[in-house]
């Protein structure tokens, strides 16, 4: 029988990541990136068989729908069309509507455009990517896979606003948290470390990337998380300011800040690159600065390892048992300081770092890193696959 092959899309505001995912071990075997659109510079590359091609995007129509005319065409040529058996869209916002990944039809597009409103950015460049790869492969099933889904299953306590409740029911506001593929998968892989069924697995997951995110996972389930109505809230990240007190704003407005200027610095001048005094949002220059003796970098590593300890600490609340912590993203599956650290300001909860574990699991390894006898848990790292699970769970639905 031959391989059944998923594309997967990523459609940004202004770029578009696909890749063609071998759904038998989740390979990939042609992985690309579209950038830029709407600007000269416009263009689109991919990796087939380590060779990389480049090209440049042009033209009046849009970028997007180019790029994905320019896909089938690329699929055609490369011999990859006819294992292709589905197509799987990353879509950021489900609401409270998409609790699980669906099959997409004319209602659900339209349901992804209407929740523009919660993303402005992302919603209406995932409903393009969707729109544009179902004119240009009209005859593939195609999904959506919601980065709030996971989610979904959180408590009322956890997140409802401590606001007035028609904040709630007239404008949607609450916690809805991001990131949920990757805690998803992370939570599966790490249950499987530790030979436990999912259903009796309690994690802490901890995504650290340029965006970063901290998940409660109680039984399998999402209990809790730091993103929240928006993905600017709680952790440090590269740019973001995380959790913040909202006087702040008030504050900076009288004193004459315009609204768009207040939201380009908590969104764009925060972070690693607002703490280290305009240095760099890249954890890597971080922690190169830091090792040169620069100060600013010294304060962007103590506040972002110290905030993410927090987190950890306050989410054993949530949760009815514990079996361990989970790092993953960019941060966190290579990291090796900032993983110690934020393991050394847990000592009272009893964690050690295990330093030949913390160095082996990097790059691509998962690992055992510590472990609190105390709690009688661990700390490990978890590469994390997020195409792997949008092709999954697009397999399932296809199959089902
Ligand atoms: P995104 O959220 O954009 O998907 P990633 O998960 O790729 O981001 O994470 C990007 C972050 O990971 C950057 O801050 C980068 O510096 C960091 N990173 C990647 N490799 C390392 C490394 N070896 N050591 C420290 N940080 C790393």
């Known amino acids: 029988m031959s391989n059944s092959f998923v594309l997967v899309i990523n459609s940004g505001s202004s770029s578009l990541k696909f890749a063609v995912i071998d759904s038998a071990n989740g390979e990939a075997v ?9 600007l000269p510079e416009s263009r689109m590359s991919w990796k087939f068989n380590g060779e990389k091609t480049e090209i440049a995007i042009e033209g009046d129509d849009s970028h997007h729908k180019i790029a994905i005319s320019k896909l089938v065409g690329l699929t055609e040529e490369l011999g990859l069309q006819e294992n292709i058996v589905a197509v799987g869209h990353r879509i950021v916002h489900g609401g409270e509507k998409f609790t ?6 004319e209602e659900v597009t339209a349901e992804i455009e209407k929740l523009a409103d919660l993303a402005p950015l992302h919603n209406p460049a995932g409903a393009i990517g969707i729109r544009a790869a179902m004119e240009a492969f009209p005859s593939l099933p195609q999904f959506a896979v919601f980065d709030t889904a996971f989610h979904q299953t959180m408590p009322e306590r956890a997140y409802t606003g401590a606001i007035a409740k028609e904040l709630y029911t007239d404008y949607g ?12 998968f992370v939570s599966r892989e790490a249950a499987k470390m530790i030979n436990k069924p999912i259903e009796n697995s309690s994690f802490i997951s901890v995504h650290l990337g340029n965006g970063a995110s901290v998940c409660a996972i109680n039984k399998g389930d999402s209990v809790d998380t730091s993103m929240g109505f928006t993905p600017l809230s709680g952790l440090m990240m590269g740019t973001r300011c995380g959790d913040l007190d909202p006087g702040i704003i008030e504050y900076l407005l009288k004193k004459g800040w315009s609204q768009d200027k207040v939201f380009t610095a908590l969104n764009k001048e925060s972070g690693f690159l607002g703490v280290s005094g305009g240095l760099t949002s890249d954890a890597r220059g971080i922690l ?5 003796g620069h100060e600013g970098a010294k304060l962007a590593f103590q506040v972002f390892t110290y905030r993410v300890s927090k987190y950890i600490a306050s989410y054993l609340a949530a949760l009815d048992s514990f079996d361990g912590i989970i790092f993953t993203g960019g941060i966190g599956e290579n990291s090796m300081p900032i993983r110690s650290q934020i393991l050394s300001n847990l ?16 790059f691509g390894n998962a690992g055992i890193i510590g472990n609190s006898e105390m709690l009688d848990a661990v700390a490990m790292v978890i590469p994390t696959n997020e195409e792997y699970v949008i092709v999954q769970q697009s397999m399932a639905l296809l199959n089902n």
């Open 30 to 38: 042609l992985s690309g990136l579209g950038e830029c659109f709407g």
């Open 173 to 184: 506001i609450r916690r809805y948290g991001f990131h949920g593929t990757s805690h998803y």
């Open 100 to 105: 699980k990944t669906v099959r997409i039809n």
């Open 288 to 292: 190169e600065a830091m090792e040169q």
């Open 347 to 362: 000592k009272l909860l009893g964690f050690k770092e295990d330093v030949k574990g913390n160095e082996d699991a990097r």
